[in-house]
Structures are given as C-alpha cells and as structure tokens.
DNA sequence: TAAATATGTATAATGAAATTAGGCGGCTTT
DNA sequence: AAAGCCGCCTAATTTCATTATACATATTTA
C-alpha cells in the first residue's frame, strides 16, 4: 500500500467534504481558489487511492423513532468462537457496530433500538447465542460528542 | 414535533442516498419510476422536517496514519461533574464520540489514535482531568460491522 | 352531492455543476 | 540544455439539480 501523500489542497477538500459531501465543487474551487477541475482531480484521486471510501447521510433516528443506544459488552467462554458469534450478531440489524476487542470484553458492540422494550429484546437475543457467556450493558443517557472534524484537524495540524 | 410520515418513496430514496450521498437524483428517479422533480421534493421535505441532518464522507483512517480504535469508559467522583469533564474531553480531538451513560461508567467515549503510544497520550489526558476518578479501555483489534443500512431496513420493514 | 381546496406528481425549461480534452508552464531527469 | 513528466488552468460539453406550470387525485367544506 503505497503511502499517499496528501496535501493543504486534499486536506482542505476533505474538510469541506466531510461537512457536506454536496458541497459543490464550484464552491470549493472558488474557496480554495483553484479550479473546479483540479478539485476534481484530487477527488478522485483519493477515491483511487482508497482514502475517500464513500458517503452516507446523517439522520436523526430519534425522529425515525429509533431514541435508544446502548453499547453492549460480550463475554465468550472462547474466543475461537469469535468469528461464530460476530456472524450472529451480523444479522440482527440494530446491532450498527461491532469491534473485537481485547480488555474486559471479547466482543464489543452498539446497538440502537427503539426504546427499552426494545433493546430488552435485542440484547437477549446478543445473550442467546451460542458461545456468548454473558453481557453488559451502557445505556446512553445523552450523545455528547459526534464528530469527525475535529479528527481531521488533528491529523492534518499534528495537534492532539 | 410533528411526527413525520415516511412512505415507501422516501425510504427507498433514503437507502440509496445512506449509500452513497451523491448518486444522482436522475438515477433514483428512474430506479424507483419517477421523476426527478419529485425525488428533489421528498429530499427536501426530508431535510426541512430534520430526518436528513447532513452528509458526511467515509474515510480509510488507516491510510490516513490512524489505524488505532479504542473505547474509554470513564469513572467520575460525582457525576455532578459530568459537564465539565464532557468539555475537557470536548478539547480532544481524538475523542470523536462521547456518551452519558448509566452503568459501570458515567462517560463512555471512542477514541481513534495514530498507535498504542499516541493512544496512550490521550488516555492520560483524559486520565488528567479534574473529577476523573480513572478509566478502563478497551482495544479494538478489528472493526466488524460498522453498517447503518441494515438499520434502516430494520427501521423501514419492522424486522429485528 | 357538488364545489373548493389541498396534495403530490409529471413535464419541461432553465441554470448550475460535473466532467473531460487540450494546452501551458514549471520541475525533474538524463 | 533537451526531453519527458506532472499538475494546473481554460474552455467546451454533458449531465444534473432546481423551479415553474399544469394536471390529477384525494380531502375538506358548503
């Protein structure tokens, strides 16, 4: 994987973008005093590259009825029965993130569910599968923070 | 708040555009058999209704040099001290998500990091925080599922 | 029941933006 | 210094978003 060296231009392309991904590329242009040709260009130069991987929307699942998150911690009896247990919890759709992990848990995931009732359900489905000794939950009582860009910043300044 | 009615239109549009936030408002119209005009609309009534509250790109952290993921859960003397601890933690770029939550931690954040050695400067930042009591973290080794869309089809069809 | 109103869609015209080709200038390599 | 390369700009072309208008259907009101 060669090293792709990113510069001002990309970094200040992806900060727009990454705000905004319809942000045209006029504007951008214009705003980085460049034309819209060249941000095209590096564009799709990141994309080649692998750097730029997709798009996906914001939502407000609160309003689509979804209010509820909670992280979910799993014990295994073994952790061979990882890649078992990630397939389970692959097909259970308000399961949004899953990460192996070492420290207390072997599995740890996210869930978002409609409401209490809800997640009761989700999670003893997670405690049902096979392999799965037992989990703990983290309610989220309030989102907090959420946000990409100030990472950004920190990898292009070398802040942090 | 008035609660919005989503049809099956406005899913569909939702499911493409969740995938990729630039696919042309022609292409939706022709795979769902209708016009332009009125994907425009619904997205619109999207937005101005709030369900829709952005766009964001998808970005290979790991070629960007951060290829680190971790969990903090954090302990807290009182939680009388939960704001200001969220706006110390607000000053970490490297923390991109931050949660209130009942249960074993009073705040439970996602941090991305160069390294274990970078990860580690963040941890006793957060460590170093007046009212923080301490932390436990937990390592992510390999990111499984990080998937909205199934959600959404959770969310549209009442599965799960 | 009929008239009036509202809702939502399609059509079509307009303007804006993405995309591409060609050429120019600076930099590197030989 | 010449040749080749790289990245950018300009400008042309094509695609797309956006808006106005008109029509049909459903809903409300008289």
Same mark, same amino acid.
């Given at each position: 994987?060669?090293?792709?060296?990113l510069d001002d231009t990309d970094?200040?392309?992806?900060?727009?973008?990454?705000d905004n991904t319809r942000t045209p590329f006029t504007d951008i242009a214009k705003k980085l005093d460049i034309s819209a040709g060249t941000v095209h260009v590096r564009v799709k130069k990141m994309e080649e590259a692998g750097i730029i991987t997709g798009s996906s929307l914001k939502l407000d699942y609160k309003k689509?009825?979804?209010?509820?998150?909670a992280y979910v911690g799993i014990f295994l009896n073994?952790?061979?029965?990882?890649?078992?247990?990630?397939?389970?919890i692959n097909?259970?759709?308000s399961v949004t993130v899953a990460h192996v992990t070492t420290g207390k848990f072997n599995i740890f995931c996210k869930i978002r569910a409609k409401n209490t009732s809800h997640a009761k359900d !989700?999670?003893? $489905?997670?405690?049902?599968?096979?392999g799965v000794t037992r989990t703990e939950t983290m309610i989220s009582l309030e989102e907090s !923070?959420?946000? $990409?860009?100030?990472l950004m910043h920190s990898i292009f300044n070398a802040l942090d």
């Open positions: 994987m060669a090293k792709f060296k970094h200040s392309i992806l900060d727009m973008l990454i689509l009825g979804y209010s509820f998150i073994k952790t061979s029965q990882t890649q078992f247990v990630l397939e389970r097909e259970i759709p !989700i999670i003893y $489905k997670i405690d049902d599968i096979d !923070i959420n946000d $990409k860009k100030r």
